[in-house]
């Protein structure tokens, strides 16, 4: 509930805040908005009460960017999901939306993680929702380079 220079903070229940633009500040302060779980972390939402005893949850990115249509999803750019400036929010669809994902298993290698017992790398790549195992290795670097291979061929 303060605005401190371009940022504008919206205070959310679980002693949490959300970030705005100043152009949607006011109009969107106006409300109670409260911190729900997202997956691993936190976003902001608030209660629309439709009527006869039903209500609506409207997510706050929602509320800046538009509520995306058919199979597409609201991406923080970031990771942030308490982040809503609109230049960290972009609609795409959800396999986009998983390639923007921050954890990459313990690897700094896209579809690159160590096998459970740490002793070695594997090596996936998903595309068109189907996930290929390409393999297990003895070092990061030549899992990546099936990953990188794998990528050039298809």
Same mark, same amino acid.
């Given at each position: 509930? @303060?605005?401190?220079?371009?940022?504008?903070?919206?205070?959310?229940?679980?002693?949490?805040?959300?970030?705005?633009?100043?152009?949607?500040?006011?109009?969107?302060?106006?409300?109670?908005?409260?911190?729900?779980?997202?997956?691993?972390?936190?976003?902001?939402?608030?209660?629309?009460?439709? $009527?006869?005893?039903?209500?609506?949850?409207?997510?706050?990115?929602?509320?800046?960017?538009?509520?995306?249509?058919?199979?597409?999803?609201?991406?923080?750019?970031?990771?942030?999901?308490?982040?809503?400036?609109?230049?960290?929010?972009?609609?795409?669809?959800?396999?986009?939306?998983?390639?923007?994902?921050?954890?990459? $298993?313990?690897?700094?290698?896209?579809?690159? @993680?160590?096998?459970?017992?740490?002793?070695?790398?594997?090596?996936?790549?998903?595309?068109?929702?189907?996930?290929?195992?390409?393999?297990?290795?003895?070092?990061?670097?030549?899992?990546?380079? @099936?990953?990188?291979?794998?990528?050039?061929?298809?």
């Amino acid at each position: 509930m @303060s605005k401190m220079g371009n940022k504008n903070y919206i205070k959310l229940s679980k002693n949490k805040y959300a970030i705005v633009d100043s152009k949607d500040y006011d109009n969107l302060n106006q409300y109670t908005w409260h911190a729900t779980r997202h997956g691993v972390s936190y976003c902001a939402a608030r209660k629309h009460y439709l $009527g006869g005893g039903k209500d609506q949850t409207i997510l706050l990115h929602h509320a800046v960017i538009g509520r995306p249509l058919g199979d597409l999803v609201v991406d923080h750019i970031n990771h942030d999901p308490l982040d809503n400036h609109s230049c960290n929010l972009r609609i795409v669809s959800q396999s986009t939306n998983c390639c923007n994902r921050k954890d990459r $298993g313990a690897s700094k290698y896209a579809g690159v @993680s160590k096998t459970k017992s740490g002793k070695k790398w594997r090596s996936t790549i998903r595309i068109g929702g189907k996930t290929t195992h390409l393999g297990y290795f003895h070092s990061e670097i030549e899992a990546h380079v @099936s990953y990188r291979d794998w990528r050039k061929v298809k």
